[in-house]
Structure formats: structure tokens, C-alpha cells
């Protein structure tokens, strides 16, 4: 089950999204499963989807909320959506996916044993 406030589910989508089209558009080029097969290919669509993620996440979360005042005691209140997946703000999932992607190439070029 994935849960996700406001826009949070770009976290998902974004490298879902990313990873499908260039691995699509390197496989028509290159040969059937070149995208799977090679070992910089999805590495670095992840980490290109991680700056993306970032960069959407830290503009929908960086805007201003709406401040409202409580008629009992006249105290400001800043009412404001958070976008985020798990309770994780959208921008920090950029860390994950980079994380991901870095393992990943390591793993591919053998310096991470496959167990």
C-alpha cells in the first residue's frame, strides 16, 4: 500500500514515467532489452529522475500557505498542503532515488557483489 499526500506519488511516477520512455526509445535504437541489459542505462535515467523529482518537489513544497486567523484568540494560522509519500516530503525522495541509482551502477559494474 503506498501512501502519499498532495502530490506525493511523483516520487513513483516520475522515474516510472522517465525509466518507461527512454527505455523504450534505447531499445527501438539499440536492439530488444538494451535498456535492461546495459549497465549505465537505467543508473542514470534514475539519477536524471531524481533531480526532477527534486526539482518538482522542492517548487510544490516551497510555496507560501494561506494564513488565516482564529476568531477565539486571534492567532495566525498557516494552512498548508504538504506533498509527500510515506511522510517523506516529496524533494527528500530525491535522495532515495539517487541513493537507488548509485547502488545500482555499482552493483552492475561489479564493484557490489550480485549475492
Do not use: C, Q
Request: hydrophobic share 50%; glycine share 8%; no cysteine.
Amino acid at each position: 500500500m503506498v501512501v502519499w499526500r498532495g502530490w506525493g506519488i511523483l516520487a513513483l511516477v516520475i522515474p516510472v514515467i522517465m525509466s518507461l520512455s527512454v527505455g523504450l526509445t534505447l531499445d527501438s535504437y539499440y536492439g530488444e532489452h538494451y535498456f535492461i541489459r546495459s549497465a549505465w542505462a537505467m543508473p542514470l535515467v534514475l539519477g536524471i529522475s531524481s533531480i526532477a523529482v527534486f526539482m518538482v518537489g522542492y517548487k510544490i513544497n516551497s510555496k507560501p500557505g494561506k494564513i488565516v486567523i482564529d476568531p477565539e484568540n486571534n492567532e495566525k494560522i498557516e494552512l498548508k498542503t504538504t506533498h509527500s509519500m510515506f511522510w517523506i516530503p516529496l524533494e527528500y525522495w530525491s535522495l532515495f532515488i539517487l541513493a537507488i541509482a548509485i547502488l545500482m551502477y555499482l552493483s552492475n559494474i561489479g564493484l557490489i557483489h550480485k549475492g
